[in-house]
């Protein structure tokens, strides 16, 4: 049977191999990293840089003697009786040279001579060593990280590279990408700075940790460092909404029917929630209560702004409120720049529609008047309808007739009547929003017409205050021109009437 078999050769140890050892137990203690896995880098990389010079003399083996501190290169030859390649193969009488139990078939491995690495190889096996620590390192840093991701990390900022943060970790860095990254945020060099562990990168080059400023979840691991009832579960953060940089807003719940959760998560004086707030320089954070009911958590998340009213739209899929607010409120509701309903509406998973009672008032006349138009009834039936939530005439057939001749206050016959025109109104195309946008025309054309009769009065009591004006004007200056003698008899006749002379 074949047998595979090294056969050294005693040299004296190469200078580029001396203390091998020792710079490897250093750089393990440094890095982290363990020797073995070093070791196995290096000869890795011996073996690429003999393979890219050597590779025609057939298969080649490195292997690091611990007792001499040395890579040992090995090139193996199969013994055979007709010698086609030497570079492979070798005769019986060469292979006991080297072995006296040497067989045929057998595959002897001779130590080449060091001395023959040339720059070229010796730069290989360099860079073939770097890439294999840097890939060992990467390693113990994955391993080291991979169960921290959803944690908040803290580093020191070091540089910043095309926009992107690079922050020391200690025996690795972080990076938070530009599009993680608060608008309006800035770090210099040397500044701590908190990010939440959102990606771990195993491939690719440069930092493997991605943190980030926006993402909803720094805020939520930030009141679990601030808040011992968050940390605990006694307070529970069941949804976070946010615009990073500017407002967030978080729905809590309790476990402990004893414990206040929008009090535990502000603390004494607003001293919780502050710190949060500094952290994340200035942001505005909104803390509501949690509520099963869909109505009542909408109208928590709205807040500040009261709510006189919610509408729900129940239909499939089609998750949407109507919330109706005081006039003075509207502005209130909605916030700059739509920022309130929209964080609103993220938080609790609704689509909302804010309204003023006006607005709210104006929409069911006209909803009102679209209704009496279309099935022919008088304004009391369409009132009817309207506030059964029948707001249009599709609504009607979509109930059904069984569904709404149910409905109380009237008469089954009429609503049976009711509901053919409404069926009869869908056949036909008519559909409420026509008649609604018809009614809006004409509004617009009425307030047109008054708005233009408003402004030819204008423009008639401004002519005629003119012409008043220009008429007291010529008047005054033909006073002015009379003769001088005149003027004199007139201011005698004025003093004779005052003081008659005696």
């Keep these: 049977m074949a047998t595979r078999k090294k056969k050294p050769v005693s040299r004296p140890i190469a200078p580029m191999f001396l203390e091998l050892d020792r710079v490897l137990e250093q750089v393990s203690k440094d890095k982290g990293i363990p020797k073995e896995r070093l070791i196995e880098a290096i000869e890795s990389a011996f073996l690429s840089a003999a393979r890219k010079k050597w590779g025609h003399l057939g298969e080649l083996e490195a292997h690091y003697n611990r007792d001499t501190c040395e890579i040992e290169l090995f090139q193996f030859k199969q013994v055979a009786e007709t010698i086609e390649d030497p570079n492979t193969q070798m005769t019986l009488t060469e292979a006991h040279e080297l072995d006296e139990e040497a067989q045929m078939g057998d595959s002897l491995g001779v130590k080449m001579d060091p001395s023959v690495f040339g720059r070229i190889a010796a730069q290989t096996a360099k860079q073939v060593i770097i890439q294999k620590m840097r890939d060992a390192e990467r390693d113990i840093v994955y391993e080291e990280f991979k169960d921290r991701v959803g944690e908040i990390v803290t580093g020191i900022v070091r540089r910043f590279e095309k926009g992107e943060m690079i922050i020391d970790l200690g025996r690795t860095e972080a990076m938070i990408p530009r599009s993680e990254q608060i608008p309006g945020e800035h770090y210099r060099p040397g500044e701590r700075v908190q990010g939440y562990f959102m990606e771990l990168n195993r491939e690719g080059r440069g930092p493997q940790i991605v943190l980030s400023r926006k993402h909803p979840n720094l805020v939520r691991r930030l009141f679990e460092m601030e808040v011992t009832e968050v940390a605990e579960g006694i307070v529970e953060i069941k949804l976070v909404a946010r615009e990073a940089g500017v407002r967030t807003k978080i729905a809590v719940y309790s476990r402990a029917s004893d414990v206040d959760p929008v009090g535990a998560c502000v603390g004494m004086k607003g001293s919780r929630v502050q710190t949060i707030v500094q952290e994340l320089k200035g942001e505005k954070i909104d803390i509501i209560q949690w509520d099963d009911d869909p109505a009542r958590f909408v109208c928590n998340a709205i807040a500040p702004a009261e709510v006189v ?9 089609n998750r949407s409120m109507e919330v109706v607010v005081p006039d003075d409120q509207l502005s209130l509701a909605i916030g700059r720049r739509g920022q309130n309903v929209r964080l609103a509406a993220q938080l609790t998973g609704w689509n909302i529609d804010v309204l003023s009672e006006t607005k709210v008032e104006e929409l069911a006349l ?3 008047k679209a209704l009496a138009q279309i099935l022919v009834v008088d304004d009391s039936t369409a009132l009817i309808l309207y506030s059964h939530h029948y707001r249009t005439s599709e609504d009607i057939v979509e109930a059904g007739l069984a569904e709404f001749v149910k409905l109380p206050g009237m008469g089954e016959g ?27 025309a004409d509004e617009q054309a ?3 017409a008054e708005e233009a009769a408003l402004r030819e009065a204008k423009a008639q009591a401004e002519a005629q205050a003119q012409a008043e004006a220009q008429a ?3 008047a005054e200056a033909a006073l002015g021109d009379r003769p001088a003698e005149t003027a004199t008899a007139t201011e005698e006749t004025i003093e004779e009437t005052i003081e008659p002379k005696v």
Excluded: D
């Design 309 to 317: 009213k919610v509408v729900i739209h129940g239909k499939e899929g």
């Design 472 to 474: 007291q004007a010529e």
């Design 446 to 448: 009425v307030r047109e």
């Design 366 to 368: 006209r909803h009102r």
């Design 414 to 440: 009429t609503l049976t009547g009711i509901y053919e025109k409404a069926a009869k109104a869908k056949e036909s195309g008519v559909t409420t929003a026509e008649v609604i946008a018809k009614i809006v």
